[in-house]
């Protein structure tokens, strides 16, 4: 089984809340709302164990899944806990949640807030490791949080995940959202970190 070291967590957190931080600054550009997004913690768990890591609020769950692909490969889930998903749409387009339009809503809000966090996110890590990534066009999912076991390479047992806190101050909202990394070539990624590390 892979296992991190407290100096590949750290990093890994840092690009993290990077890459967050841009992704934020690109949605307040959009919105007339400000939006705070912060990364407490990056952890790297076995697939089996994803349903007794997150709270009972993440079990039914939207995701934006992207793939990525060049020196190293896997999959960018983006999940939103069912509430969560709905107070965010509502504050980034004045509908309320309970509005008829709220579904069709937020199939396309969550994807585009889903392109905006992933790319942010992977467009720092390869940036800092200059590693070359491409990535796919991104697809909606939603269901029952164990649908994301289904997503990427099924030989990896391991998962890599960044919770993540959203505040919007001035609507008094805030959720969580998860990012998931389904890396089917974690040595290679361990690799290019343990060189910035050393650099």
Known sequence: M?????????????????????????????????????????????????????????????????????????????????????KLVSSLTDEPEDSPAMDELKIGVLNEVGNILINGVMGTISNMLQATLNYSVSDYIEGDLDKLLDIGDQENDSILIAETIFKIHDLNVKGSVALFFHVTSFEALLQLLDKEIAA
């Open 2 to 86: 892979i296992t991190l070291t407290i100096e590949q967590i750290d990093i890994l957190t840092e690009f993290v809340n990077i890459g967050i931080g841009r992704a934020a600054a690109s949605l307040n550009s959009m919105i007339n709302h400000h939006i705070q997004l912060h990364v407490p913690k990056v952890c790297l768990i076995q697939k089996e164990r994803i349903s007794h890591h997150f709270p009972e609020d993440f079990q039914d769950i939207s995701s934006v899944n992207m793939q990525f692909s060049g020196e190293f490969d896997g999959n960018a889930v983006l999940i939103f806990p069912k509430e969560s998903a709905a």
